[in-house]
């Protein structure tokens, strides 16, 4: 019988942790306003519109980072975490797949709760915080 690996079994746990905070905070945090369901659905199918919205509307630096910048970060931790819990994830097309996987189930679960909101854009951005953090981890493979 062979012995578990720490390692994984560490990356493992880290990744649980990451994703029950994530649901934590996208679905029950009052901080960011998701507690109250929203009278009717809310949504933007529309790409670019929102990301547009907030680049050149929206005069509030904090809620610029927020919503862009938070997006971008929330997903990170994913396309890094996995390829270091299983080689299979090791490939970019794989965490593309798996990142696009996880942020519409999250939108998903948004639009039917109607806690928060089902934004295309959302899609796009939490996509991209996990091809960086996949990115990341190329980097740090390379630099090993």
Same mark, same amino acid.
């Given at each position: 019988?062979?012995?578990?690996? &720490? &390692? &994984? ?11 029950? @905070?994530?649901?934590? @905070? ?24 929102? +990301? ?10 904090? @809620? ?7 997006? +971008? ?8 975490? $996995? ?7 090791? &490939? ?19 639009? $039917? ?11 796009? @951005? ?19």
């Amino acid at each position: 019988m062979r012995k578990p690996d &720490k &390692k &994984k079994l560490f990356v493992l746990l880290l990744l649980l942790v990451y994703l029950v @905070l994530l649901v934590y @905070l996208l679905f029950f945090s009052e901080t960011y306003g998701r507690t109250a369901q929203q009278q009717g659905y809310r949504y933007n199918l529309i790409p670019f519109r929102e +990301i547009g919205r907030y680049l050149f509307r929206v005069s509030d630096p904090f @809620l610029k980072l927020l919503n862009l910048l938070g997006n +971008i970060i929330a997903f990170l931790p994913f396309g890094f975490l $996995l390829p270091v819990l299983d080689p299979m994830f090791q &490939k970019w097309w794989r965490i593309l797949l798996n990142t696009f996987s996880l942020s519409v189930s999250v939108e998903a679960v948004q639009l $039917l709760t109607m806690v928060g909101t089902f934004d295309v854009d959302d899609l796009i @951005l939490n996509t991209a915080g996990g091809m960086l953090g996949y990115a990341l981890f190329v980097l740090l493979r390379k630099r090993r």
